[in-house]
Each structure stands twice: as structure tokens, then as C-alpha cells.
């Protein structure tokens, strides 16, 4: 069995990305697990090491504009303002998605959750991989999340097969998950409060 790797290196990780691996790497809030949104095989891979249900679709993290562009239909002026305001941030917003996505990102339900991580290894991890990139909580589904490269090698680290790198970038604040705001039609509504508090969001 493969064990899982434990380093420093955002190349690195980026390539494990590139070979169809899962990476844990640290974010603003907690450590998270990404999986390039190509790389179907590592998408199944997240929702094992999760144990999460299907119908909960994955978040999604992107380095630029023209990345989030590849993935939605349109940019609605709510989510124009909400990115100019809160990105790079813990800010995740729903858009309206591309129909060639994956269901792992969608669940069929025709959005997709994007943010900009103000996170410097995460932000850089992102642009290294040069596509988007999975940003769910590493844990298991109904467990807390991960703080420290330590506490993910503890949690997975027996799976090597499945989490083949973890990005240690120190530990990891913990608190509030992103905050979620639906920017669909109708417009914006608030539907996981987080990091970003709601009375800042003005919606």
C-alpha cells in the first residue's frame, strides 16, 4: 500500500494533482482536500476518504477570474460586487454552472460553489495546478475538520492510496467554514452562514 506523502512542496502537490491524486492543503479556515475537476477517478476518491454522500456536491477553488469563468454560464452583478468585496476570502458562491461540469461539483442541481482562498499555499496551489481544484474540509462526513498537516496524516494517512500528498503549510485557524451565498436568480441569499458574517454581507 501507497502511504501518504507529507511535505512542503507546492510543485510537488500540484503534480500529485496533475497524476490524478488527492492533496490535503491549508486554507483560511481549515485544511482542505482538493482534487483536479479533470481528474474524475480523484473526485470518486474525495467522497470515499469523506464517506460523503453523493448528493452533496463538492466546492470549488479557483486562482483567477478566467478560471471561475470556465466554469459558469454567467457572473451575476450580485456576485460581481460579493467578489470585488470578499475575494480572495472565505466567501463561497453559487453560480450558475456549466452543463459539461462534473455531477461531483453540481449534484445535478445546475450550480457550482466557487471561491478565491486568501490563503498563500492554498492561492498558490491553485494557480501550480493551472485548473480548478476541489475545496471541501478534510474530515470525515460529521466529524471536525482538520487543523494541522498532523491531525490529516492521523485521520488518513492509513489510506495512502487515496490521499496521496499532504501540503503542510502550519496549522490552520479553524472557526466558521466559508460563508455560502446563492448569487442565482432571485437574488443573493445566504445559505451557509461562516467566516464572512452575514450583517458584512449586505444582502
Not at 15 to 40: K, S
Not at 163 to 192: E, F, N
Amino acid at each position: 500500500m501507497d502511504r501518504t506523502i507529507l511535505g512542503t512542496s507546492v510543485e510537488a502537490a500540484a503534480g500529485v494533482l496533475a497524476g490524478g491524486g488527492v492533496v490535503a492543503y491549508p486554507t483560511e479556515t481549515t485544511y482542505g482536500l482538493g482534487a483536479r475537476l479533470d481528474r474524475p477517478a480523484a473526485l470518486d476518491r474525495v467522497f470515499r476518504l469523506k464517506r460523503r454522500p453523493l448528493d452533496k456536491p463538492l466546492l470549488v477553488l479557483v486562482a483567477s477570474r478566467a478560471d471561475l469563468e470556465r466554469l459558469v454560464v454567467e457572473i451575476p452583478p450580485a456576485a460581481e460586487d460579493l467578489m470585488h468585496r470578499f475575494w480572495p476570502g472565505p466567501l463561497t458562491l453559487l453560480l450558475p454552472a456549466r452543463a459539461d461540469l462534473p455531477r461531483a461539483v453540481t449534484a445535478d442541481t445546475g450550480k457550482v460553489g466557487v471561491r478565491i482562498s486568501s490563503h498563500p499555499v492554498a492561492a498558490a496551489l491553485a494557480a501550480a495546478a493551472g485548473v480548478p481544484v476541489t475545496a471541501t474540509s478534510a474530515n470525515r462526513s460529521g466529524e471536525p475538520p482538520a487543523l494541522t498537516a498532523g491531525e490529516v496524516v492521523e485521520r488518513f494517512g492509513v489510506e495512502g492510496e487515496t490521499l496521496a500528498y499532504v501540503l503542510d503549510g502550519g496549522r490552520t485557524p479553524g472557526g466558521l467554514p466559508s460563508t455560502i451565498v446563492d448569487v442565482g436568480p432571485g437574488g443573493p441569499r445566504l445559505v451557509r452562514p461562516g467566516a464572512v458574517p452575514e450583517g458584512e454581507l449586505g444582502i
